[in-house]
């Protein structure tokens, strides 16, 4: 049987606001994309991810959606939605929108009837509850964007859930009627023809019926409480189930879910026996530091939690987290780094998700207090405001670096001018040629987008590993240490070979290799 196309394929993650503005409001918006999308088929990745487009007042910059089944006009209309998908599929490429099950936002239709009154039809589609007697919240639960997850409604002396913002409500995932909307809305999609769901927070829809308090951490300095009761209660597995059924009328559709669960074994459950996600994050491996044996430890405690026909995925930037090539940055290394970064990412068994900027190379930019615009700057703390990750694409050396004609939301990276698309396209050397020939080499071998892993033997500060699929082979050696090495292999013929240092002599043997500094390499066996 052939493999699903998300198993053997690479995703792209777009930030929409960030990627290109094609109307000059310093904003990115989807004809953008479309003026954009011959980048993706060159560099040869198989879908997009696009964060959330849909209306939103944009408190956490679309992740509070205000109609599901349409677009902002900041992005643009339906129908540049419908044109933009269309032209993705003409090239190949694949679709897949930004599902935000946990919550709406507080202007959603759906919560401004909700608490127009306590008895409004749609009071129990959110999860509403009276003060303590003492006027203090329900229960102690914390939001993730800091300070207690409860907001007074003052009209209707009742206090409603907010995992995030206070903006961000969370929908009451036990009410049936909630359930058959969200069904809905999925379904809106994928009559369009969209082919599948990054799936916001989905450890998050089930919740302790009974809501009860979180315990304290012990000794914690910071009063930090176990999150027990407001995520990964195991009545998800079920609307997982019923959320898969809905896909599963369709032809080749696919969900990943951000499972922000640091327990592997825990993220595994949420694939069930391939009945409930296709795909889950592992947010384990994003955050692993620069270490060999640590990327090695944390692929093989996924490889062990998976059921027999799971299958990982390795993502190692988003548009939550400083990006990789900042936090892997290194004086000497830093450029060789994020090459390495670049070969573990595209040889490993698992789906790649790319993050839009990260095959240039872009790096965190720091962005002047004045400017930041992330509301976790002000309710958590300025530094972590994920504005850094968030700034535009440099596509060429021109004004608004062939982002906009305007002024962009954030500000360009200082080195914006030197490092973009169009001077690194022309370039066998740089990363972005890197990247593509590591997606052409994936793309060609089956050992490489559909073998078995095995970690092969290797000096401390390597990580090695095969990928077998039938009689094709591949080793592929990842040296993350400062100083040159060499790594003993099975000797046998190679047949293609691939370093990310572009200045080495390709080895025809495998047997016993050398290995630069921070180099990586890819020997596919003959
Ligand atoms: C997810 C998103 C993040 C958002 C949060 C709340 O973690 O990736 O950007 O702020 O959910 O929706």
Same mark, same amino acid.
């Given at each position: 049987?052939?493999?699903?196309?998300?198993?053997?394929?690479?995703?792209?993650?777009?930030?929409?606001?960030?990627?290109?503005?094609?109307?000059?409001?310093?904003?990115?918006?989807?004809?953008?994309?479309?003026?954009?999308?011959?980048?993706?088929?060159?560099?040869?990745?198989?879908?997009?991810?696009?964060?959330?487009?849909?209306?939103?007042?944009?408190?956490?910059?679309?992740?509070?959606?205000?109609?599901?089944?349409?677009?902002?006009?900041?992005?643009?209309?339906?129908?540049?939605?419908?044109?933009?998908?269309?032209?993705?599929?003409?090239?190949?490429?694949?679709?897949?929108?930004?599902?935000?099950?946990?919550?709406?936002?507080?202007?959603?239709?759906?919560?401004?009837?909700?608490?127009?009154?306590?008895?409004?039809?749609?009071?129990?589609?959110?999860?509403?509850?009276?003060?303590?007697?003492?006027?203090?919240?329900?229960?102690?639960?914390?939001?993730?964007?800091?300070?207690?997850?409860?907001?007074?409604?003052?009209?209707?002396?009742?206090?409603?859930?907010?995992?995030?913002?206070?903006?961000?409500?969370?929908?009451?995932?036990?009410?049936?009627?909630?359930?058959?909307?969200?069904?809905?809305?999925?379904?809106?999609?994928?009559?369009?023809?969209?082919?599948?769901?990054?799936?916001?927070?989905?450890?998050?829809?089930?919740?302790?019926?009974?809501?009860?308090?979180?315990?304290?951490?012990?000794?914690?300095?910071?009063?930090?409480?176990?999150?027990?009761?407001?995520?990964?209660?195991?009545?998800?597995?079920?609307?997982?189930?019923?959320?898969?059924?809905?896909?599963?009328?369709?032809?080749?559709?696919?969900?990943?879910?951000?499972?922000?669960?640091?327990?592997?074994?825990?993220?595994?459950?949420?694939?069930?026996?391939?009945?409930?996600?296709?795909?889950?994050?592992?947010?384990?491996?994003?955050?692993?530091?620069?270490?060999?044996?640590?990327?090695?430890?944390?692929?093989?405690?996924?490889?062990?939690?998976?059921?027999?026909?799971?299958?990982?995925?390795?993502?190692?930037?988003?548009?939550?987290?400083?990006?990789?090539?900042?936090?892997?940055?290194?004086?000497?290394?830093?450029?060789?780094?994020?090459?390495?970064?670049?070969?573990?990412?595209?040889?490993?068994?698992?789906?790649?998700?790319?993050?839009?900027?990260?095959?240039?190379?872009?790096?965190?930019?720091?962005?002047?207090?004045?400017?930041?615009?992330?509301?976790?700057?002000?309710?958590?703390?300025?530094?972590?405001?994920?504005?850094?990750?968030?700034?535009?694409?440099?596509?060429?050396?021109?004004?608004?670096?062939?982002?906009?004609?305007?002024?962009?939301?954030?500000?360009?990276?200082?080195?914006?001018?030197?490092?973009?698309?169009? +001077?690194?396209?022309? $370039? @066998?050397?740089?990363? %972005?040629?890197?990247?593509?020939?590591?997606? =052409? !080499?994936?793309? #060609? &071998?089956?050992?490489?987008?559909?073998?078995?892993?095995?970690?092969?033997?290797?000096?401390?500060?390597?990580?090695?590993?095969?990928?077998?699929?039938?009689?094709?082979?591949?080793?592929?050696?990842?040296?993350?240490?400062?100083?040159?090495?060499?790594?003993?292999?099975?000797?046998?013929?190679?047949?293609? +070979?691939?370093?990310? $240092? @572009?200045?080495?002599? %390709?080895?025809?043997?495998?047997?016993?290799? =050398? !290995?630069?500094? #921070? &180099?990586?390499?890819?020997?596919?066996?003959?």
């Amino acid at each position: 049987m052939a493999e699903p196309w998300w198993r053997t394929g690479v995703v792209y993650q777009i930030y929409p606001r960030s990627f290109m503005d094609a109307n000059g409001d310093g904003v990115g918006d989807l004809r953008g994309i479309a003026q954009r999308l011959d980048h993706l088929a060159w560099l040869g990745v198989d879908a997009f991810w696009l964060s959330p487009c849909y209306p939103s007042p944009m408190a956490d910059f679309g992740y509070d959606v205000a109609d599901y089944c349409d677009v902002d006009p900041l992005f643009g209309t339906l129908a540049d939605l419908d044109a933009l998908v269309a032209a993705a599929h003409a090239r190949g490429l694949r679709v897949l929108l930004d599902w935000v099950p946990n919550h709406t936002s507080d202007r959603h239709p759906w919560f401004v009837e909700s608490r127009a009154s306590r008895g409004a039809p749609k009071r129990d589609w959110y999860v509403w509850r009276d003060p303590k007697p003492d006027g203090s919240p329900p229960n102690n639960w914390r939001s993730v964007f800091g300070g207690p997850a409860w907001e007074l409604d003052a009209a209707t002396g009742q206090l409603y859930l907010h995992s995030f913002l206070k903006e961000q409500p969370d929908l009451d995932w036990r009410n049936p009627a909630v359930e058959r909307a969200m069904h809905d809305v999925l379904r809106f999609w994928l009559d369009r023809g969209i082919d599948g769901f990054r799936i916001d927070v989905i450890q998050r829809i089930a919740k302790h019926p009974e809501l009860p308090d979180d315990p304290p951490k012990e000794g914690d300095p910071y009063g930090q409480l176990w999150l027990c009761y407001e995520e990964n209660h195991p009545d998800v597995h079920a609307m997982l189930r019923r959320i898969r059924m809905v896909l599963d009328a369709y032809d080749d559709r696919v969900t990943v879910g951000e499972v922000y669960l640091l327990n592997q074994a825990e993220v595994a459950r949420y694939l069930g026996g391939g009945d409930e996600l296709h795909l889950a994050f592992n947010f384990r491996f994003l955050q692993a530091p620069w270490s060999a044996e640590r990327f090695a430890d944390e692929v093989e405690r996924m490889e062990r939690a998976l059921p027999p026909e799971g299958w990982p995925t390795l993502v190692l930037s988003n548009h939550d987290v400083p990006r990789h090539a900042t936090r892997y940055d290194d004086p000497v290394h830093g450029e060789a780094r994020a090459r390495l970064a670049a070969a573990m990412l595209l040889t490993l068994r698992g789906t790649p998700f790319l993050y839009q900027g990260e095959e240039i190379g872009m790096r965190n930019v720091a962005i002047p207090p004045e400017r930041l615009q992330d509301p976790l700057a002000r309710t958590l703390h300025p530094n972590l405001a994920r504005d850094g990750e968030r700034t535009p694409m440099p596509w060429d050396g021109g004004p608004g670096a062939g982002f906009t004609t305007g002024e962009p939301w954030l500000p360009l990276g200082p080195d914006a001018d030197r490092r973009h698309v169009a +001077a690194q396209r022309g $370039d @066998p050397r740089s990363l %972005l040629s890197l990247y593509r020939a590591l997606l =052409a !080499l994936r793309r #060609a &071998e089956p050992a490489l987008h559909a073998g078995d892993y095995e970690r092969l033997h290797a000096p401390k500060g390597v990580f090695a590993f095969e990928r077998r699929s039938g009689d094709a082979r591949a080793f592929v050696a990842l040296n993350f240490a400062g100083e040159p090495c060499e790594v003993a292999f099975e000797d046998a013929p190679v047949r293609r +070979a691939l370093s990310t $240092d @572009p200045d080495r002599a %390709l080895p025809s043997r495998s047997g016993r290799v =050398a !290995l630069g500094a #921070a &180099e990586g390499l890819v020997l596919v066996l003959a």
